[in-house]
């Protein structure tokens, strides 16, 4: 049986994708692993000289849920630990062995590590507003996007888990059901974490061990935006399932402005794009902030 079975769902993501196993083959290399790539693509995977431990399979379920594909990644897996990893992450040795060396001393616990964008892509995104934008508030770092409870120098407890290095027994991940499938679009962790809480399955997060996570093909305005717009149709899908402390309370002004600024988005990207040119960011990221709140007023309030 191997040590750690690593579960990597992935759709079109071309050399971000390709770097990401690359890394992890290379990272994982001194243990026993077993790799399995779940392809939610209809387009195949081509991959030479792969390693035997690597296996390639397409999601046989929906392809439009990364839930699907880890569910079946999970169903395929040989080994006792789980590591859920996204294809724009780029592990290292010291984060495959801890996976290994966590589920030694815990029981009934799971855990992430830390992640920051790469060097060599903030010193790239740094030469646009919209790139300083998320330097400045903090999308380019797990520890500004967390918030209070963080904590620099000790591995500490926390109230939420995250999927892009998710890592926990199969035994465990058995117990809370796997992913739910029936949420819309990827990049929600609400349900898994609330049943984790309700089976008493304590989650941790260690900022002393660090991951990169390579985001190079979606620091691009308007695909960031669609994303933030697919978050707030995320937030009514959990409120449509019950879950009230997902609501998001908008006024009557704000939201006749956030109507108003959707509806002039192409004009306001232009607008944008001047700003970037005279390197006038305060109006630059006050901009960004107001298209940031119109698109997920809009999916919240339009979902698909």
Not at 51 to 79: M, T
């Amino acid at each position: 049986m191997a040590d750690l079975s690593i579960i990597i769902p992935t759709k079109d993501r071309g050399e971000i994708f390709f770097n990401t196993l690359k890394n992890i083959i290379i990272s994982s290399s001194h243990v026993d692993v077993e790799i399995i790539v779940v392809n939610n693509s209809a387009s195949p995977i081509q991959l030479s000289n792969k390693p035997s431990y690597v296996s390639i399979c397409d999601n046989p379920f929906d392809k439009n849920s990364v839930f699907s594909s880890r569910n079946y990644g999970a169903s395929l897996a040989h080994s006792a630990i789980l590591l859920f990893v996204d294809d724009d992450i780029i592990v290292s040795k010291e984060s495959i062995d801890y996976a290994i060396s966590f589920h030694k001393e815990m029981k009934y616990s799971c855990f992430n590590v830390n992640w920051q964008y790469p060097p060599e892509l903030l010193a790239e995104i740094k030469k646009k507003i919209f790139g300083r934008f998320l330097i400045k508030t903090g999308f380019t770092a797990m520890k500004s996007l967390y918030g209070a409870g963080w904590k620099e120098d000790e591995p500490f407890m926390a109230m939420s888990i995250a999927s892009f290095f998710f890592c926990i027994t199969k035994d465990d991940f058995t117990l809370i059901g796997g992913y739910n499938e029936k949420h819309l679009h990827e990049g929600t962790d609400i349900d898994i974490t609330e049943r984790l809480l309700e089976n008493k399955i304590t989650m941790w997060i260690n900022p002393l061990v660090m991951v990169y996570h390579n985001e190079a093909d979606r620091v691009d305005l308007l695909n960031w935006l669609e994303r933030k717009k697919r978050f707030g149709a995320i937030s009514r899908n959990a409120v449509n399932m019950g879950d009230n402390s997902h609501v998001l309370h908008y006024s009557p002004l704000k939201s006749f402005v956030f109507k108003r600024v959707y509806f002039l988005q192409p004009l306001l990207l232009k607008a944008l794009n001047m700003l970037n040119l005279l390197k006038m960011d305060i109006l630059g990221f006050a901009l960004i902030n107001a298209l940031l709140g119109a698109n997920i007023y809009k999916g919240y309030n339009s979902p698909e």
